[in-house]
């Protein structure tokens, strides 16, 4: 399983956009990036996936440059509710994934 | 359509008691999947199915730790004889297919704490 490097906490402001970047050197060619939020007292939840380039929802972009050994989600314009943790994890269909610590991020009015 | 649910909400057991923990997945979802999550902690992998069958066991923690789903509905993780270090929050999800591509849905958890 491709092992997930990440931040284990940042700090924000109200209205600012928010880059998590996670490292997976050793990510094989059928894995894709998929990013979980966590709130407190509560599951995961699924944020974005991606496989290259850049993927963008609702709620994040995420970006993954040609080599696939990073990957960055960014929150734009972050607000209180945004505070939790976020997992970055790397499988495909044959594996499961491995959650790590995660990134507690704190927003801050 | 409902949500993973696990049952019960909240367990305060004694130590060397039994408990049993309750999962119930999105309808149609054929993979399910077992973590713990220690304060403070990431997710740890316990178990999952496909289906009824369970075919990866590794990261149950002791031989005290078991898991069955019936139906390939509902599952149930029980926990022999536990120890303090037991205590935890249990977490089920549910996917369509097994495998880490599939978007897995959580349930609220289940808080154990064994006194």
């Known amino acids: 399983l491709a092992k997930t490097t990440q931040p284990i906490s940042m700090d924000s402001y109200e209205g600012q956009e928010v880059n998590i970047t996670c490292s997976h050197n050793n990510i094989a060619t059928n894995d894709y990036i998929t990013w979980y939020q966590q709130f407190p007292s509560q599951g995961p939840r699924f944020i974005i996936q991606?496989?290259?380039t850049k993927v963008t929802n609702e709620v994040a972009s995420l970006f993954i440059p040609a080599d696939r050994k990073s990957s960055t989600l960014s929150l734009p314009r972050v607000s209180l509710s945004d505070t939790a943790v976020y997992y970055c994890l790397v499988g495909n269909a044959g594996n499961m994934l491995t959650f790590g610590g995660g990134t507690r991020l704190m927003v801050k009015p | 359509g409902a949500g993973v649910s696990q049952s019960p909400s909240n367990k305060v057991t004694e130590k060397g008691k039994d408990v049993e923990l309750r999962c119930d997945p999105i309808s149609g979802h054929t993979a399910l999947y077992w973590y713990r999550q220690s304060l403070g902690q990431g997710l740890e992998f316990l178990i999952y199915f496909q289906g009824n069958s369970a075919p990866d066991k590794s990261g149950l923690p002791s031989d005290r730790f078991s898991a069955e789903r019936t139906g390939g509905s509902v599952s149930t993780l029980t926990i022999q004889r536990t120890q303090q270090e037991d205590s935890a929050v249990y977490l089920c999800a549910s996917s369509s297919l097994a495998g880490g591509y599939n978007e897995q849905f959580f349930g609220p958890g289940t808080r154990l704490t064994v006194l």
């Open positions: 991606g496989y290259k």
